[in-house]
């Protein structure tokens, strides 16, 4: 994501999403475990997920991700 338009902090949890028009891609993220990962372990896991997304988006045409909705309201638009 780029453009992340949308965001909400609850119980700990971070969740964001983009909206483009279209399509809404979503994340979460749990603070708390966040808060206590070594750099070392958070910096390994972003670089394996890199290589996956990439290795799937060469193995796959185009198209629309399918996320887990979130809760009407749950995510405010970004000031």
Do not use: C, W
């Amino acid at each position: 994501m780029t453009g992340i338009n949308r965001f909400n902090v609850r119980d700990g949890e971070i969740r964001f999403g983009q909206y483009d028009g279209y399509v809404l891609t979503e994340g979460r993220l749990d603070a708390r475990v966040a808060a206590n990962t070594p750099v070392t372990d958070s910096h390994e896991k972003l670089a394996q997920t890199d290589r996956a997304m990439a290795q799937q988006a060469a193995n796959q045409p185009a198209q629309a991700q399918v996320v887990e909705p979130l809760s009407t309201g749950a995510i405010q638009r970004a000031a």
